[in-house]
Each structure stands twice: as C-alpha cells, then as structure tokens.
C-alpha cells in the first residue's frame, strides 16, 4: 500500500510541476518609428526544467522563410526548446540603426511578457538576453544553430 501511495505522489508530483508547451505566433505587421518589422515565436517543450531559448534576427523579407524552417529543423534533443525570430526590414548586420536596436529592445520586452504569459522561467535582465541574440545572415548562420545540413 506504502509504494502504491509512494507512486501515486511522484506521479502527481510529475504532472503538476512539468507543461507541455506547444506554441506558434507569427505577427508581420509591426512598425516602429516608421520601419516594419514581424516576429516569430516557436515554442515546444514537454518539461518544465531550464527552458533554453535562442533569439534570432533576420532582414524582415526571409521571416517566412526561417519561420518554414524553424518548424521543420525543430526536433525534440535540440539544445534549445524556444526560439524567437526578429524580423528587421532592410536589416544591415554590420551597421544595426538606433531603430533598429530599439526594435530589438522591444522585441525582447514582449519575449519577456509572452514567457511570463505561460508560466515559462525567464531572465528579467535584457542585458544578458540581448547579449546572447544570433543574426542570421545566410543558411550556414541558421544551420549552426538547428544543426542542419547545407
């Protein structure tokens, strides 16, 4: 009676503290300051320890095209469960605009907002979540991450 009661505890005890997490949002029509940008959010995890996430930006015209490829690269042993795609029109990688950067910064504020949404830990200080972001600026970038082949 002692084990059936002892496994009945870790059962609930699993369920209650793990979530099945599966979420995708895409929003094309953002402007700030007078430049377009989208986003993308990919969530898919099915437990509740260390949510590892990767923010990616990318010129605003291959959004799509990363978004079709996030969901298809995406497996379940991957290093990160979450990834967030910023989508930046006439994006320059080598010369990111104070407008750009402030899209970025907005960005982050609503990954923060949207990871607080549904229970997911978060890392309150954008600082140490801008200094992990990845511009993606050809496949090879996008590969390095997902672990695809070219």
């Known amino acids: 009676m002692k084990k059936i009661i002892l496994v009945f505890m870790f059962l609930t005890f699993h369920l209650c503290s793990s979530q099945n997490v599966y979420v995708k949002i895409s929003d094309y029509n953002k ?13 898919n995890s099915s437990y509740s320890s260390g949510r590892p996430f ?35 029109e006439n994006f320059n990688y080598s010369n990111i605009s104070d407008i750009d950067k402030k899209i970025i910064a907005i960005s982050l504020d609503d990954i923060i907002e949207f990871r607080k949404y549904f229970g997911l830990p978060i890392e309150e200080d954008t600082k140490h979540i801008s200094s992990s972001i990845i511009y993606i600026k050809n496949e090879m970038d996008f590969c390095k991450v997902f672990g695809c082949e070219n």
Do not use: C, P, R
């Not at 095209?65 to 795609?85: C, F, G, M, P, R």
């Open 54 to 88: 990767v923010t990616m930006v990318v010129n605003k015209n291959l959004i799509v095209e990363y978004e079709n490829k996030i969901s298809k690269a995406y497996h379940h042993k991957q290093e990160y469960t979450d990834v967030y795609l910023i989508g930046i």
């Open 31 to 43: 402007k700030v300051d007078g430049k377009n940008y989208a986003t993308f959010k990919f969530v």
